[in-house]
């Protein structure tokens, strides 16, 4: 039963909120000054590269290359590292299957590690533990917006000579160290989907390796270096990013840093409130690193609050405020995908190795990932929230949890 009708009471928000982005007329004109040049593809135009070189500058890194999508950009690392088949690569199994699926069609071997049960980011002691001598890479998940100890993982991945590839999707503008997340490692991977800025789809992957510059350009576009011969190197997808995508996104990145600014306020308002409730906590952020708050997300002690995490959500929905629990349903290792090795037809395939084969993913115990996503509310953050919404979100927190706790 909906609190709002078991209290008798109207519900804390009646109104519907802002839009996720800003769209206006600064789009509007990139968009048909790319439509009235009749270049819409990446080879005949001009705005993917504006676009690259921006995004580029903005985090201070030498090599920006555009994708289709934040999947295509891990996949477009993952391919640049040129794993052998069978190699296996560490990760996170709360996580979207955009950050697994190019481990996958570069037949490596997903490999996941446990989490902190707070943060949701990798544990680092895991991590190492799941380290063999066939371990090509790490990629680490920035969950939510929230850096990953990014200096202790660089020391990691030198120790056991790995290549360290952080997946941003989440994170833009998020910082570690006083340093952009996805500049750490050796590749950052973004997406422009659903995330803090957009261009419908798309991704960019960023990086300052010299060595792989070249083979980062050409993985995206078929293996194919066109200059001074058009011929393919290597087996590899057509990502190119469209020029109406990059128009889109030299307008968008110009507004990314006041949007995330504005999702950043309106968290640390919610943070004083989760902070003074009992039986709600925070999701911590390491003391030297800046939370994006791609989304904001907290934990609910069901023992002391009277309510689990899916009813603490469901509460909140019938507020009026957007929430909801779990952030997935289970860990991507039970995706059909995974658990049952479901990729090619109907050949029993095993994921490039006998090794792999013997992994019975959907049986892997990952405890603390569970944890993680049984305690877990998540709300959306958007640049367009007001202080009246930031309120709204306070208060029904402070309702719906006194009502579980007099319960209680």
């Known amino acids: 039963m909906a609190i709002a009708i078991e209290r008798n009471s109207p519900p804390v928000r009646s109104g519907s909120f802002g839009p996720q ?24 135009g001009s705005k993917v590269d504006q676009f690259e070189q921006d995004f580029a ?52 071997v997903p490999i996941f590690a446990d989490i902190d049960p707070r943060s949701g980011n990798l544990d680092i002691e895991d991590v190492e533990a799941k380290i063999t001598e066939r371990t090509k890479a ?18 990691l991945a030198r120790k056991y000579n790995l290549f360290l590839i952080e997946d941003c999707a989440q994170a833009q503008l998020a910082e570690y160290g006083g340093r952009p997340v996805g500049t750490w490692g050796d590749f950052g991977c973004y997406s422009f989907g659903g995330k803090h800025m957009t261009t419908g789809d798309g991704g960019m992957v960023i990086s300052n390796r010299d060595d792989l510059a070249h083979r980062l350009k050409w993985f995206a576009d078929k293996g194919n270096p066109r200059s001074p011969v058009y011929e393919h190197y290597y087996l590899a997808p057509n990502y190119r990013m469209t020029y109406l995508q990059g128009a889109v996104g030299v307008a968008q990145l110009k507004k990314v840093t006041d949007a995330v600014r504005r999702k950043q306020w309106v968290a640390n308002h919610l943070n004083e409130v989760i902070d003074g409730e009992k039986g709600l ?20 002690d069901a023992e002391t609050v009277g ?27 039970k ?27 959907g049986s892997i115990s ?34 719906v949890a006194d009502h579980y706790r007099s319960k209680a």
């Open 21 to 44: 982005w800003d769209m206006g007329d600064e789009e509007i004109e990139e968009l048909i000054e790319v439509i009235r040049s009749c270049k819409l593809n990446r080879l005949s």
């Open 307 to 333: 309510a689990n995490a899916a009813q603490f959500a469901d509460a909140l929905q019938a507020e009026g405020v957007p929430a909801n629990a779990p952030y997935m349903v289970y860990p991507v290792n």
């Open 57 to 108: 500058e903005m985090n201070g890194v030498k090599y920006a290359q555009a994708v289709t999508s934040g999947t295509a950009a891990v996949h477009t690392a993952v391919g640049v590292i040129d794993p052998n088949p069978g190699d296996e690569i560490i990760t996170t199994a709360v996580t979207d299957m955009g950050t697994i699926i190019g481990i996958l069609y570069q037949n490596a």
């Open 281 to 300: 906590s925070l999701q911590p952020v390491l003391p030297e690193a800046t939370h994006s708050y791609w989304v904001y997300g907290f934990h609910v």
């Open 335 to 361: 995706y059909p995908v995974m658990a049952q090795q479901r990729a090619y037809g109907t050949s029993d395939f095993s994921y490039a190795s006998e090794e792999a084969a013997a992994v019975d993913y």
């Open 138 to 155: 790490i990629i680490v998940v920035h969950v939510f917006g929230n850096p990953c100890p990014m200096e202790a993982y660089v020391e």
């Open 366 to 399: 990952l405890p603390s990932s569970d944890k993680f996503l049984e305690t877990t509310v998540v709300m959306p953050m958007n640049p367009s929230y007001s202080d009246q919404d930031a309120a709204d979100f306070s208060t029904a927190i402070k309702k």
